[in-house]
């Protein structure tokens, strides 16, 4: 008999006699047990052919006729009538039929469907909360926080009076603004594009393959060749990431020496042996330097350390060298000695996207930069690794034993930027980076960087023709070091008086100084005064703020002494100060800010 569609409205339940407990006079004990647990079990002990084996168990099914026809109005509990029983035994147990009125089992369908239904909430009560979503996240910054809208305010008008000549630093564009203080930072996607470990990633993928995308195109890569990874939180990260995938913990490396110009993240100990960045920390390293004399790379001795030391990596690039650099003769040395080629363009790598300086691409093997300084993006990082096929290169097998034939940095690369390095990536970085990348493929973005560049070295012969020192006597670049010790100075007590007066740069070491502790001299960069609309002439000026500033210095140094106290205390209402101050307020404020309105 089919009973699929079956419907009844009857119930089926045992009866418990509990025959200790109850009285005599009373009827029998009735202890309810849930129908989805009842099932039928005959037992052999009751049948006369003891041979037989005892029958299985058989779920038992009850069927209630459901009305679907009624509204389910509730109904009290202390309403419902009682329900009918007829009680009979199976196999010696007391069972009992219960028979519901129809009444109840509308109650019951009620109920069953305000389990489910969603609840409805009067208009009132809804706009009370949607009041409440906007009270805190609705509100501008100055409504919320006005002690911290005050702080920034007057950072803003900072850095529109001041002359800003950090190297590394630069202005953003209102677009790049509004995509890093945009909803994308509320979403999480760890993972890469089509591989994320979260939900609701559609958009963000299409966000990070566009930045992809770009950033090949803006430093014209065949996509074929290259590949990039735009999720690394700083170029410092992004260099940690390529040691991590590429090498061991413990493996050599090779980058220039931090007093030379280069960077902490290649690798730097102190004179006295001591570690200060994680890179040599967690690997070896062996600084290449500069010719003392000179200030330029010493190729000739780099090659000797490198075959000597075998590193696994060889850096180029560096944070404060103002020169080219010699990318084929790096190659040769890396082939020679079995070494991966990284390149940090950190520093040149906006000259790169516009050519105006010879390309790592054509060399290296992995390449890493900022995305701000002088591509004008969000503060962040990047790598370009080499994929496809390798080319045949002298040295290059044997060294490594490497018998592969094709790239492998991809997947080791990316793996170390996520999950070995970091959590989930900023998308709002991710997108302000796209925008200024889209800025970089502009014939607008390269008129701008040969300003920069002609602007430093208009800035260069200008220091020159008041007999400032120099290293390399000169730049290639965006960049220049100015050695202040013939002047008596130390670059820390320069940028103090630079910074009072409203001039920002920072102290840097010369070769053959006491190192970052007490730096001789100071680096000096132009692009993010070239962003604000200055150009060579607006740089002889500069020029003349830079000079006034080292003679304040050394006069206070004079009348004051070196010490700090007295250095600082001698700076305070000097008239010198102030009247440069001014000047420089006067001037600067007459270029336009990129990003943001000022006010006066």
Aim: hydrophobic fraction near 35%.
């Amino acid at each position: 008999m089919d009973i699929s569609d079956t419907r009844s409205n009857l119930s089926l339940g045992f009866n418990v006699h509990s025959i200790s407990d109850r009285p005599e006079a009373s009827g029998p004990v009735r202890t309810p047990i849930a129908d989805d647990s009842i099932c039928f079990q005959l037992d052999s002990s009751f049948s006369n052919d003891q041979s037989s084996n005892s029958a299985s168990s058989i779920p038992l099914q009850l069927l209630e006729q459901s009305d679907n026809g009624n509204s389910g109005t509730c109904v009290e509990e202390t309403e419902l009538e009682e329900q009918r029983e007829e009680e009979f035994s199976i196999l010696g147990y007391p069972m009992c039929l219960k028979r519901r009125r129809e009444r109840e089992g509308s109650v019951v369908s009620a109920q069953k469907r305000q389990q489910h239904e969603p609840c409805s909430s009067s208009p009132m009560d809804l706009e009370a909360r949607r009041m409440a979503v906007r009270a805190w996240g609705k509100q501008p910054l100055a409504t919320i926080d006005p002690d911290l809208w005050a702080l920034m305010e007057k950072e803003k008008q900072r850095q529109w009076k001041g002359i800003e000549l950090i190297a590394s630093e630069n202005f953003v564009c209102q677009a790049v603004l509004e995509a890093l203080g945009s909803h994308l930072t509320n979403k999480y996607s760890e993972g890469l594009p089509g591989a994320r470990y979260y939900g609701g990633n559609q958009f963000i993928d299409q966000i990070e393959l566009l930045c992809c995308e770009r950033a090949l195109a803006a430093f014209h890569l065949d996509s074929e060749k290259w590949g990039v990874n735009v999720q690394a939180y700083s170029c410092t990260s992004a260099n940690f990431a390529v040691y991590t995938g590429l090498i061991l913990p413990k493996d050599r490396i090779m980058g220039l020496d931090s007093p030379s110009g280069g960077h902490l993240s290649h690798g730097y100990y102190t004179p006295s042996g001591k570690k200060v960045s994680g890179a040599s920390i967690f690997f070896e390293s062996l600084p290449y330097k500069v010719n003392p004399h000179t200030g330029y790379i010493d190729y000739d001795r780099l090659e000797e350390k490198a075959l000597e030391y075998r590193p696994k990596i060889l850096i180029c690039g560096g944070s404060s060298y103002p020169r080219e650099w010699d990318y084929g003769r790096f190659r040769q040395i890396a082939d020679k000695c079995g070494a991966v080629l990284m390149c940090d363009m950190a520093h040149i790598s906006g000259l790169v996207a516009a050519k105006e300086c010879l390309s790592p691409f054509d060399y290296c093997d992995v390449v890493t930069s900022t995305t701000h300084k002088g591509l004008r993006g969000p503060r962040g990082g990047i790598i370009f690794f080499r994929k496809g096929k390798k080319p045949r290169r002298r040295g290059l097998a044997h060294c490594q034993g490497d018998d592969n034939e094709y790239y492998d940095f991809e997947e080791r690369i990316n793996f170390a930027v996520f999950p070995s390095m970091q959590g989930g990536p900023h998308n709002n970085h991710i997108a302000a980076l796209a925008v200024a990348l889209k800025q970089v493929a502009t014939p607008e973005y390269k008129a701008y960087m040969q300003q920069v560049k002609k602007n430093a070295q208009v800035l260069a012969s200008a220091l020159l023709r008041r007999k400032c020192r120099l290293v390399t006597g000169g730049t290639d670049n965006h960049l220049l070091l100015w050695d202040l010790r013939p002047l008596g100075l130390t670059g820390k007590a320069y940028e103090k008086v630079c910074e009072v007066c409203h001039i920002t740069i920072n102290k840097s070491a010369i070769f053959g100084d006491n190192g970052a502790l007490c730096p001789g001299g100071v680096r000096i960069g132009t692009p993010a005064m070239t962003s604000r609309g200055c150009i060579e002439a607006d740089f002889e000026v500069i020029a003349d703020f830079l000079l006034k500033a080292a003679h304040i210095a050394i006069a206070v140094q004079r009348d004051h002494g070196k010490l700090q106290k007295d250095f600082l205390k001698g700076l305070q209402n000097s008239p010198e100060v102030i009247d440069l101050r001014n000047r420089v307020e006067c001037f600067s404020s007459q270029f336009e800010m990129p990003g943001f309105d000022t006010h006066v």
